[in-house]
Every structure is written in structure tokens, then in C-alpha cells.
Nanobody, 120 residues
């Protein structure tokens, strides 16, 4: 069973920074994409950023230039450095892992989420 554990959320003033971490544990045959999603109250969960095993990144327009995603393949970890935070970044942030088992069947795992609150 694969588990994703996020850490690093909290309360920060607008303009501040936070760094989120996500650790994946368990038996993982192949990890393809790791990423961060967020869900604000009353809104749908949305992609923030993701990164492939080869290091290709993808960002939501709203965070480009402010957030940076990175990963450590050896440690099965993914990070999200968030700078110049805005109140509209307030949400629960979820880590997501897309991989496959030994049969090549695609699998998706989610973390429990970590709260990020940005005060104005």
C-alpha cells in the first residue's frame, strides 16, 4: 500500500513563503508524475503544479513565477516552494502520485492534505 504524507503547511502573511513536502512510502513499482493540487472552500480541486520523473514541470497560470516544484526520485519525495503568497492561495494542498504496478496498470494516490492559510 502506498502512502503519501504532506508537511509544511501553515499560516503565513501575504507576501510570505512556505515549503511543502510530500513523502511517498510503500511498494511503488514505477512513479511517473508527482504533483500538488489544492482545494479552496466551495471550489473544485485544481492542479497547482506537477513534475515528471524526468523533471519536466507544469504549473497553473495563477502560480507561475511564484511557486517551484521539485522532486527527489531517490527519496520518492516532491516539494513545493511557494513564494509571494497571496490570500487567494489559501486552500488545502494535496500531494498526488501517478504511477503503475508491475503489470503496467496505472495507479493514482493522494495524500491527506495540508492546510495553507495566507492572511492579508
Amino acid at each position: 500500500q502506498v502512502q503519501l504524507v504532506e508537511s509544511g503547511g501553515g499560516l503565513v502573511q501575504a507576501g510570505g513563503s512556505l515549503r511543502l513536502s510530500c513523502a511517498a512510502s510503500g511498494v511503488i513499482f514505477s512513479i511517473n508524475v508527482m504533483g500538488w493540487y489544492r482545494q479552496a472552500p466551495g471550489k473544485q480541486r485544481e492542479l497547482v503544479a506537477d513534475i515528471t520523473s524526468g523533471g519536466s514541470t507544469n504549473y497553473a497560470d495563477s502560480v507561475k513565477g511564484r511557486f517551484t516544484i521539485s522532486r527527489d526520485n531517490a527519496k520518492n519525495m516532491v516539494y513545493l516552494q511557494m513564494n509571494s503568497l497571496k490570500p487567494e492561495d489559501t486552500a488545502v494542498y494535496y500531494c498526488r502520485l501517478d504511477g503503475s504496478n508491475w503489470k503496467g496498470v496505472g495507479l493514482t494516490y493522494w495524500g491527506q492534505g495540508t492546510q495553507v492559510t495566507v492572511s492579508s
